[in-house]
């Protein structure tokens, strides 16, 4: 494709170390796309003849044809999709195809098709955190009011709801959707056209094959289209925000899924066994969810050094930012699939949960919420009277509202029978009605309102 002034072919380790082909052909369904709206652009603005236009459109879907049926081969002597998509063309329809990088270059046109890829990317991505978004929405409403420990430290501190808990999660899926979304407008802008980083001097109409595209109109820097990888450090910074979540999420599961807490079941189906032990139940795809977002994080770190320091506009680093998208993009798919089947199929055991948040003394805060209350004690006060009263309940062994009144009266004499009254861990949680508080009818409300700003 530019063999003009060389007189010797590549080195074979040029040839290798040049060549993108083996992952960039993931992209050819985007560069002939934008191929052939580049090559329609072309004819209505009177660049190219109306009959080359036409082979060419037709030549560009027999090409297109040719890799949906048989794949694309690893042909390195091509070097990319983009200069695979054209020879394949120029067999296709003859010389006419040499009339197709009019006014572009693989600069503009690589720019196109990552911008496409991302986006269909990023549309898959919303679709599968709609998808665990509806799960956790339907568990939490199943478990709005099963009561299970709050942890701060992993030490049992509050009870709480375990659909509260789940809604925990909802709020970061919804602001990894939001961030996914903010990036898919941002990045909907066009480079074709901005050629090899100074525009063109042919007559062409950027706005026309944006519009093609489906972009909202064209870019507007050609040196800043050509060099810009934001839209794909964009999709990583948000995939890696979104891998925390899951792999947080995974840890939660690995935890509970142990004897030790014994909080969840997870299904045959998302559980493994043991080539040794015949009674284990592995949590291996949330260890896994859990591994991948280091990976992921990787692939970030990976996109920002490439792009670290590099001048304007194009030089070929940027070959190395499609590895560590594309890498992102199958690890956190398969990452919210894998999520979204484990918490659709677990079985919660909230007989477990109820029973170590009534022994972890979870309710003390509620005790010294009450002598503030109903006695006008200083919550400082309230707060030492409680922990006499816990030390109470561990030396006699029991919960604490199990402690006879007398205990609790010889600790301190305010304290009066209906104290009892809020040392359940039902009414503990019941009584957390503040706003965004984990009382159960807040959090019904909480997945009314999650609904409703779905629709
Ligand atoms: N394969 C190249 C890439 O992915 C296409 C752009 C090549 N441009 C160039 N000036 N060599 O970045």
Redesign the pocket.
């Known amino acids: 494709m530019w063999g003009g002034r060389f007189a010797e072919g590549p080195a074979a380790v040029m040839r290798e170390i040049n060549a ?1 082909i083996p992952f ?1 052909k993931r992209m050819w369904r985007q560069d002939v796309a934008g191929s052939r709206a580049h090559v329609a652009m072309l004819g209505a603005q009177g660049i190219v003849a109306a009959d080359d236009v036409a082979a060419i459109d037709a030549g560009l879907e027999e090409v297109a044809a040719g890799y949906a049926a048989d794949g694309v081969p690893d042909d390195l002597a091509m ?2 999709i ?1 200069m695979l998509t054209e020879a394949r063309l120029s067999d296709a329809i003859g010389p006419a195809a040499g009339r197709l990088h009019t006014a572009r ?3 503009d046109q ?1 720019a196109t098709d990552f911008r496409l890829w991302v986006r269909d990317a990023t549309d898959q991505v919303l679709a599968a955190l709609a998808a665990l978004d509806d799960a956790l929405l339907a568990r939490a409403e199943d478990h709005a009011g099963s009561v299970m420990p709050g942890f701060t430290h992993l030490q049992s501190a509050q009870p709480v709801t375990l659909g509260h808990h789940l809604m925990a999660y909802h709020e970061m899926v919804s602001r990894d959707i939001s961030r996914f979304r903010d990036n898919r407008a941002r990045g909907n802008l066009c480079p074709l056209g901005s050629a ?1 980083l100074a525009g063109t001097g042919f007559p062409i109409d950027r706005h026309a094959t944006a519009a093609a595209l489906g972009f909202d109109g064209p870019t507007r820097n050609s040196l800043d289209s050509v060099s810009d990888r934001d839209f794909a450090l964009d999709y990583l910074m948000a995939a890696v925000q979104c891998s925390l979540h899951l792999s947080r999420l995974a840890e939660e599961f690995v935890l509970w899924a142990s004897q030790p807490f014994g909080f969840v079941a997870l299904s045959d189906q998302w559980s493994t066994g043991s080539s040794i032990m015949p009674q284990k139940r592995n949590p291996d795809a949330a260890e896994l969810v859990r591994g991948h977002a280091g990976r992921i994080s990787g692939c970030l770190v990976s996109l920002m050094v490439t792009m670290k320091g590099l001048p304007l506009a ?1 030089s ?1 680093d ?2 190395d930012d ?1 590895p560590p998208v594309f890498e992102c993009h199958d690890l956190l798919a398969i990452s919210i699939a894998a999520m979204t089947g484990m918490i659709e199929s677990a079985t919660f055991r909230t007989d477990r949960m109820r029973g170590l948040a009534e022994s972890g003394y979870a309710t003390a805060t509620d005790l010294a919420d009450w002598l503030v209350r109903e006695a006008n004690v200083p919550f400082r006060e309230a707060h030492h009277i409680t922990g006499r009263a816990v030390a109470r309940a561990e030396a006699l062994g029991c919960t604490l509202d199990a402690v006879p009144l007398a205990d609790l009266q010889a600790i301190d004499a305010r304290i009066t029978d209906a104290v009892y009254g809020v040392l359940s861990v039902d009414a503990s949680v019941a009584s957390r009605r503040s706003f965004g508080g984990t009382a159960p009818d807040n959090v019904r409300a909480a997945i009314r309102a999650a609904r409703e700003a779905r629709t």
């Open positions: 993108s960039d070097e990319d983009h270059s693989r600069n690589v090899a194009y070929k940027m070959q499609k």
